[in-house]
């Protein structure tokens, strides 16, 4: 099993910036894949950004140029830079881990959330 911590969140004004940390533990071999959601109210929770264990961030569209996703295998910590943040990037952030498992599924796993609050 896997446990993944938060933090970061807070209230920052629009065009500041914020930096999301996840610190995983427990079991942690076989995380082959670590992600960060979101989640504002009313909407459905979106894929903000990924980054596969053999590298190659990927980026929703609405975040491209301005987030940066990286990890730290050393701490176990992937992390989440923030930049030119927007009121639209308000919503509940949540780390994601996936980890393979024997029968070529994966185990996912959930961070409890961080909230994000960005202000006009």
């Known amino acids: 099993q896997v446990q993944l911590v938060e933090s970061g969140g807070g209230l920052v004004q629009a065009g500041g910036s914020l930096r999301l940390s996840c610190t995983a533990s427990g079991r942690t071999f076989s995380i082959t894949v670590m992600s960060w959601y979101r989640q504002a109210p009313g909407k459905r929770r979106e894929l903000v950004a990924t980054i596969p264990s053999g590298g190659g961030a990927a980026y929703a569209d609405s975040v491209k140029g301005r987030f940066t996703i990286s990890g730290d295998n050393a701490k176990n910590t992937v992390y989440l830079e923030m930049n030119s943040l927007k009121p639209e990037d308000t919503a509940v952030y949540y780390c994601?881990?996936?980890?393979?498992?024997?029968?070529?599924?994966?185990?996912?796993?959930w961070g409890q959330g961080t909230q994000v609050t960005v202000s006009s």
């Open positions: 994601h881990a996936g980890q393979s498992v024997p029968s070529g599924d994966f185990a996912n796993y």
